[in-house]
């Protein structure tokens, strides 16, 4: 079936000319011939991607798919739910819903591909509630899935939805949000971090997101706080973005109790924008704190500065 099948698939994906005729298939060899044509699905896009929607009605894949979405074996699920996916088929959005929801990562991804393929904007609330809860799903495939639905339109469902989200929901999600989308990740972290000004676990998960650097005044606060890993993501966030404009607040943070607050502060200070030797030794020369000064030095040997 394959040797039969594979290359016939192949020609109907890539030639722009009348569907050769189809041979008969049994029955019995439905999920052999969906597993192929779903792979060469996987690899194309446009015009090719059409022709095969086209032959899979032929062959009656959609009926069998919509069957077997219902099946007890976990791969003959995903291969309805891929199919049904590739398909674009919004009469299979209910039982997809429900497979989102599923007990089975890898189930559950696949259900939120195939939704997301049919109608992502409307996807994207169920999702991104998922997302919080299902940190075995892929990074690198949900990303690339978003960019195939098209970044305008999940952009705005999903700033809306991750200021919506408990407090407790968010770390997790923003990480993978600034993979997906870099600037949306930074606007929205921005927004939690003036919304949720006194959470830490918000604030140590947003300010490693932040690419503005025209808000690094405002964040300059975050050096008082009472949690150490705000106080290091601060740092890290001023050798993202800082300039010789922060080398005070930097400072300040290599002066703090603990090693490795101290040592982010450290290497930001070495990567402020227009930092020189000159001014580094100015800064070397004006540090009184003795754990400042010996961090500045233990840096300054990692990065082979004299």
Known sequence: MIAAWRPLLARIAIEDDAAPALPALPA?????????????????????????????????????????????????????????GHLRDPSSWKPLQGELASANAVVSFYAAAALVQIDAQRAMPGIMNQLAERESWPGEAMARLLVDAGADVAREPIRALMLSLAPAKVPPLLPWLAHVDAVLGSEVAIELLRRHPDDAHIMAAALVVVLDPSVLPELARFAESADADVRKNLAIAYGHLGNLADTETVTRLMCDRVWWVRYRAGQALLKLKGMTADRLEAVRAHLTDPYARDMLAHVSAEAEIP
């Open 28 to 84: 019995a060899h439905l999920p052999t011939v969906m597993e192929e044509w779903n792979a060469l699905h996987d690899a194309v896009r446009g015009e090719p991607s059409e022709r095969l929607n086209a032959v899979a009605l032929k062959l009656g894949l959609d009926v069998a798919a919509r069957r077997y979405v219902h099946a007890r074996a976990v791969g003959r699920r995903i291969l309805a739910i891929r199919t049904l």
